[in-house]
């Protein structure tokens, strides 16, 4: 099992922007992290993991609800401003979550957003599942399906006429919307030992930008969001073709003051 490709790309461009997007980042999903926190009700004292952590906001917020923190993340930019922002409050080490071995098992796993891109998801929640005491629980956030997330669908159906056309690709691959399909999300579970595994559908509103107006959200879609990619690899007459795309279909979502959002839909799963 190898996790080479997204090592790779969580360490280069991608890495890179998310540590200089932080503060737009927590508040954009701030929504999902609320919905998380809630439902892993964590108590204080417990050993937790944080899968994924990033540049670790979910890992402060259960250090600050009281936890015994561990935060792992194969992102070196990330987790080098995780460090700094959590001061020596929480244990956070760069490691592929797929590998992963604690010395010690913890009673709650959670994660935002950090468990979809396993190249083999079985023998990864398998290894994760392998960290967790006898009756401890796993919580974490995962992309529903796209057709769900309009602040994905948007941008790219404005865009898709002015890129060449691309070979289909995996809806299960490795990536942001590999755990929408519900069913196969806990077939893979079942399989990894989770004997009880619940799912709940919550909609969002997933923010382009608070205050920047449509350049702000054209701006958010060009470096972190579902165009990013896709910018890299154009020459410049090209990019500006896809920017003035990206505002015309961006613009109808501008509240007047600024705000720019759309629909999003997300998985909040629990499994022991």
């Known amino acids: ?32 992290t609320d919905l998380l926190m809630a439902a892993a009700a964590i108590v204080r004292g417990e050993r937790v993991l944080d899968i994924g952590c990033g540049t670790g906001e979910t890992s402060l917020i ?5 936890a015994d923190v561990t935060g792992v993340d194969v992102s070196k930019p990330m987790l080098d401003l995780a460090k700094s922002r959590a001061d020596g409050r929480a244990e956070l080490m ?4 797929s590998e992963y071995q604690a010395d ?3 009673d709650l796993i959670i994660s935002r957003f950090g468990v979809m891109f396993f190249e083999d998801p079985i023998a990864a929640f398998t ?5 967790l005491k006898p009756g401890g629980r796993m919580v974490f956030a995962c992309w529903n399906h796209p057709k769900l997330n309009q602040w994905v669908m948007v941008p790219m159906q404005a865009i898709k006429p002015l890129l060449p056309d691309a070979p289909e690709t995996d809806p299960h691959a490795p990536g942001p919307f590999a755990f929408a399909d519900a069913d196969r999300l806990k077939g893979i579970l079942s399989e990894a030992g989770f004997d009880d595994v619940s799912m709940t559908s919550h909609a969002i509103d997933f923010s382009l930008a608070e205050s920047g107006g449509v ?3 054209v701006y958010f879609s060009s470096q972190i969001g579902p165009a990013s990619r896709a910018l890299g690899e154009v020459d410049d007459e090209l990019k500006a073709k896809i920017l003035i795309a990206l505002k015309e279909a961006l613009a109808p979502y501008d509240d007047g003051d600024g705000r720019v959002a759309l629909p999003g839909g997300i998985w909040i799963v629990r499994a022991s």
């Not at 080479?4 to 701030?30: F, P, S």
């Open 1 to 32: 099992m190898s996790n080479e490709d997204q090592i790779e790309y969580w360490n280069d461009n991608a890495g890179l922007k998310w540590v200089e997007q932080q503060d737009v980042m927590d508040a954009t999903l701030a929504p999902v």
């Open 62 to 66: 259960a250090t600050d609800a009281g």
């Open 94 to 97: 760069l490691a592929d979550a």
């Open 104 to 106: 010690e098992a913890f």
């Open 127 to 131: 290894n994760i599942k392998a960290n």
């Open 215 to 217: 350049d702000g959200a």
